[in-house]
């Protein structure tokens, strides 16, 4: 079979510094970016040097409790391997989403009963050989593995180093599975490129990558679930220029401006939170705590200005939060736990001056709410699908700190989605579902 179309996927991302040197040129580039200071230049110009400046001792120390580097750019890559040979993979099946579905179940189930499979497992993971062995990986690095867990501090949910070993198992299988995909006929080539708006790949390193690559279509994807005209609005912005000034030939483009409303995306948060919910459940954590658990969707804030001016980013928040719970209701009761769970969104990651008025409520006065009821929390990152400083640090570090000075009962912090099996079939959906 010959190739029909070459599609190019660009995966958007905001980049991160690599090193502490690194960290200065990053501001600037974030604040120079018209989409966060709507100012004329000269004047743009000079308000980013001096606020990246201001800004980089901080960051430095945010930056230095991470090995001095933020691990986006290898995050994004993880994510754009896996959509990248998935989607090569499953070009010619028809039913994929079905089966994905029914394939994920299967494991579902083979993960409760601890790995052993019964003659129906066998059968669907015989005929889907290929791929059943790539979410096999997916899930040695996604589940949680109960006996590590339980040694963790509740207070502190510190990166499982099993999972970065699991990562390159998993990475190596995907790219021998790379190597076959090349070997075998196809009808559709896709590529997936990544851009990042603020560090290194930039959209004109894809451009360069994709002259190269001569694609019938591109389609851009932010891997931003909520739009922003700060985050994706902005690279979409940006490749669309690039894009315009350097392909002569007619090319289809398409944009995938937000995924927060896809039933995968919400399906794999489901997945997520209902296995925080399960531990905490049968753990004793709930015992010592009085009430229920707190579920805490935090998201990264924007300045009211941004939201007052037309921004669709809040209420998409609030619709893809509303989602969840509906979906994490229906699981629980399926589950047979009818009660009704706590949740809240709030913001966090706040910049620039006190006097500057951003999205509330914030996460950190939640903290402390909470602790006054007693109340244990599972904190979930819900504007990032993969992680950097604001989960690590601020997450991870900065908030855990507030909740273990205030007494909470348990502060848990949900995962970011990264190639989470679910997310990744939402972004093949996506992609192949947007022409
Ligand atoms: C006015 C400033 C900022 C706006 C508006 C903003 C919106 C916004 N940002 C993200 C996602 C990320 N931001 C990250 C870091 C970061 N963001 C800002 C400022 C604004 N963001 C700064 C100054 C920084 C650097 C870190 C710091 O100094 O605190 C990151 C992490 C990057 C990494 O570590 O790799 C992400 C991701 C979203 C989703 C968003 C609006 C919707
Ligand atoms: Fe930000």
Redesign the pocket.
């Known amino acids: 079979m010959s190739i029909n179309k070459k599609i190019a996927v660009i995966l958007c991302?905001?980049?991160?510094?690599s090193s502490l040197k690194e960290?200065n040129k990053?501001?600037f580039n974030?604040?120079y970016d018209p989409a966060?200071?709507n100012l004329r230049n000269p004047l743009r110009w000079i308000i980013a040097k001096i606020i990246s400046k201001l800004?980089t001792k901080?960051?430095k120390l945010?930056?230095q409790k991470?090995n001095g580097k933020?691990?986006?750019l290898e995050e994004t890559s993880a994510q754009a391997i896996s959509l990248e040979v998935m989607l090569n993979r499953v070009d010619n099946e028809k039913t994929f989403e079905t089966h994905d579905d029914e394939l994920n179940d299967k494991l579902d189930e083979n993960n409760k009963n601890n790995n052993k499979l019964d003659e129906n497992n066998k059968k669907i993971k015989l005929e889907k050989k290929l791929y059943s062995e790539i979410y096999n990986d997916y899930f040695k690095i996604y589940n949680i593995n109960q006996e590590k867990k339980k040694k963790l501090s509740p207070f502190l949910q510190k990166q499982d180093p099993q999972i970065d070993k699991d990562k390159n198992v998993f990475l190596n299988r995907i790219n021998k599975q790379k190597e076959n995909n090349k070997k075998e006929d196809y009808k559709n080539h896709y590529k997936v490129f990544i851009a990042m708006r603020y560090?290194k790949p930039s959209a004109k390193d894809v451009i360069y990558n994709l002259l190269e690559y001569n694609p019938d279509e591109i389609i851009i994807l932010p891997l931003?679930p909520?739009f922003?005209n700060?985050?994706s609005g902005s690279s979409i912005k940006e490749l669309i220029s690039l894009i315009n000034k350097n392909f002569h030939k007619k090319i289809s483009v398409k944009t995938i401006e937000c995924h927060f409303w896809h039933h995968l995306f919400i399906k794999s948060h489901v997945k997520i939170l209902y296995s925080i919910l399960i531990e905490v459940v049968n753990s004793d954590k709930l015992c010592k705590s009085k009430s229920l658990p707190l579920i805490l969707f935090s998201?990264?804030?924007?300045?009211q200005k941004?939201i007052d001016s037309g921004d669709p980013?809040e209420n998409q928040m609030k619709m893809c939060i509303e989602l969840i719970m509906k979906e994490l209701h229906k699981k629980c009761r399926e589950g047979g736990y009818n009660k009704n769970l706590n949740y809240k969104l709030c913001y966090q990651?706040k910049?620039?001056a006190s006097f500057v008025k951003w999205l509330g409520p914030n996460t950190e006065d939640e903290i402390v709410q909470a602790s006054k009821e007693k109340q244990g929390i599972i904190i979930v990152p819900i504007?990032?699908v993969?992680e950097?400083?604001?989960t690590l640090v601020?997450l991870d570090i900065d908030y855990a700190q507030i909740a273990e000075d205030n007494q909470i009962p348990y502060y848990i912090r949900a995962k970011t989605l990264s190639i989470e099996p679910n997310y990744i079939n939402c972004l093949i959906d996506l992609v192949k579902n947007s022409f």
């Open positions: 991302n905001l980049g991160g510094p960290v990053f501001l974030l604040f966060i200071l800004r901080k960051a945010i930056y991470i933020s691990p986006i560090t931003y909520q922003s700060s985050t998201a990264h804030g924007l300045p941004m980013y990651s910049v620039g504007s990032f993969s950097h400083s604001e601020e």
